[in-house]
């Protein structure tokens, strides 16, 4: 329940602030799992294992889970996420509405929530989602206005 809400509602909240103040915001998750270890996350990704995806590090990084090494999949799938987040830092502004890149990743908008998913049940396909949580981020932003006060 906290991870939710720390890493779902409060981003989500602060990209609909964005909106708010006519500034876009782009809404993703990463679902995809290195290769060598899928066994020992059976319920997809944790909070942080995007980075080295996000930064296009894994020939970099320590091979980890006991010595699992990433894969030329992994590897291929690193270069199409910091893609991404290379359009991102280049390309957006509050005058764009969309991202070019293998799928076009549009801004955030009221009643038309779309959210990129990098990956798809732990494998390399990007995925655009229509109304992405959107039952799950309903419920706790309804538990924070009743439980957090600022």
Excluded: C, I
């Excluded at 782009?26 to 066994?39: H, K, P, Q």
């Excluded at 894994?58 to 992994?74: C, F, I, Q």
């Excluded at 049940?121 to 990007?126: C, F």
């Amino acid at each position: 329940m906290a991870r939710d809400m720390a890493f779902s509602v409060v981003p989500w909240l602060v990209m609909r602030a964005q909106h708010n103040v006519g500034m876009p915001g782009w809404r993703y998750w990463f679902d995809y799992v290195s290769e060598n270890a899928r066994d020992l996350y059976p319920h997809g990704t944790w909070h942080g294992n995007e980075v080295p995806y996000v930064m296009n590090t894994l020939t970099h990084m320590p091979e980890g889970n006991d010595n699992r090494p990433y894969t030329a999949k992994d590897r291929a799938f690193s270069d199409r996420v910091s893609d991404y987040w290379f359009t991102f830092a280049r390309d957006a502004s509050e005058f764009t509405h969309t991202l070019k890149g293998e799928l076009a990743w549009p801004a955030w908008r009221a009643g038309e929530d779309v959210t990129l998913s990098l990956g798809d049940q732990q494998e390399d396909r990007l995925v655009l989602r229509h109304n992405f949580m959107k039952a799950r981020l309903r419920l706790f932003r309804l538990m924070m206005a009743k439980m957090v006060r600022l």
